[in-house]
């Protein structure tokens, strides 16, 4: 039975990183929860899916913070809006929450500014009196270091001061970016590490170091790159079409076969992100309504747990539970 985790809290209902979100996932039972730190600018970790917050926070009509609309390029992509990296945390904390995808969760859409931006103490504070786990995701950790932001190290100081900092805590870090979770283990941080792996390209952070000749995500999947993952971290977090293995015409195939080749290896093996919405399924489970109307996720999802997963996330928490755990959700 797979790990359910709440991707950001309950991205499904309630604008994602807010209090709400994160609440109503503990509440739904889940066995952790997920934020993504960024940094602020006086080098304290914020719950943000991206440092770019002109999406996801009201700070578009904070006049006072209208003269902070910049032009950046974040791993090769140029984003004009607000970053945290200019933002003290005390300021981020009066922006409001904001969903993300309006157009295919309106509901979500309905909350927003209701709740403030957090921090990941805040986050780290819900999940202890929760009683769940946290899966903290680093962010952008190449980029931040270019502008004086060590983030392994930001992490390490932070789950100190919080009390999570020690191996007894239910807490696992992971990355899309190999050489921030290498600092890590440097640093003897005693939590589980998990590389993030994306269905296609390359980790930005091995781009900036190696050019041409790096290595990209499929190559850790090959049977030499999953022997080298077992000397360097606890587990790999695939893209679930990874897992389901389309073919040409999007029919899934799965489950792939480093799935087990992983866990042979004494590798977890995750699973991200389960959603409902035929915006994020596969063609074949797709139904009539529109990209924000619900398909036949529970098809897709039946070829994931097929596949024996050590975890999942899941943006509606209730249907995870429900599905991978075959319980309803607690009150």
């Known amino acids: 039975m797979p790990l359910i985790i709440g991707h950001r809290g309950a ?4 604008p994602e990183h807010s209090r709400g979100s994160y609440l109503r996932a503990i509440r739904a039972g889940v066995d952790a929860v997920e934020p993504d730190v960024v940094p602020t600018k006086d080098g304290v970790l914020v719950v943000r899916h991206e440092n770019e917050i002109g999406s996801t926070t009201n700070v578009s009509v904070r006049p006072e913070f209208a003269a902070r609309r910049t032009t950046k390029t974040v791993d090769g992509e140029l984003l004009t809006g607000w970053f945290t990296e200019d933002f003290t945390a005390d300021e981020l904390r009066t922006l409001r929450c904001r969903e993300r995808l309006p157009a295919i969760r309106p509901d979500s859409a309905a909350h927003d500014d209701a709740e403030p931006v957090l921090l990941l103490r805040d986050v780290l504070a819900l999940a202890r009196d929760g009683g769940v786990g946290v ?5 952008h ?11 392994a190290e930001l992490v390490r100081t932070e789950l100190s001061e919080a009390g999570w900092g020690d191996a007894a805590r239910p ?6 970016e190999p050489l921030v979770l290498a600092r890590l283990r440097e640093r003897g941080i005693p939590h589980p590490l998990v590389q993030l792996v994306e269905a296609e390209g390359t980790p930005w952070d091995l781009r900036e170091r190696d050019g041409g000749d790096a290595a990209p995500y499929a190559s850790m999947l090959a049977p030499a790159g999953l022997d080298a993952l077992t000397d360097e971290v606890e587990g790999i977090s695939c893209d679930k079409r990874s897992i389901l293995d389309p073919d040409a015409s999007g029919r899934a195939r799965g489950p792939a076969r480093f799935v087990e080749a992983a866990q042979s290896r004494g590798l977890r093996v995750y699973a991200w992100t389960c959603r409902p919405e035929n915006a994020f399924l596969l063609p074949e489970f797709r139904g009539a309504g529109g990209p924000a109307a619900w ?14 997963l050590d975890g999942v996330f899941v943006d509606h ?15």
Request: net charge negative.
């Open 11 to 14: 991205p499904g209902h309630l």
């Open 135 to 139: 899966v903290l995701e680093i962010k």
């Open 141 to 151: 950790a190449a980029y931040f270091a270019r502008r004086g932001f060590d983030m």
């Open 171 to 176: 807490l696992v870090i992971e990355s899309f």
């Open 295 to 308: 398909g036949d996720y529970r098809g897709e999802w039946a070829m994931l747990r097929a596949a024996g």
């Open 317 to 331: 928490p209730e249907l995870g539970v429900e599905f991978f755990r075959g319980a309803g959700p607690t009150s």
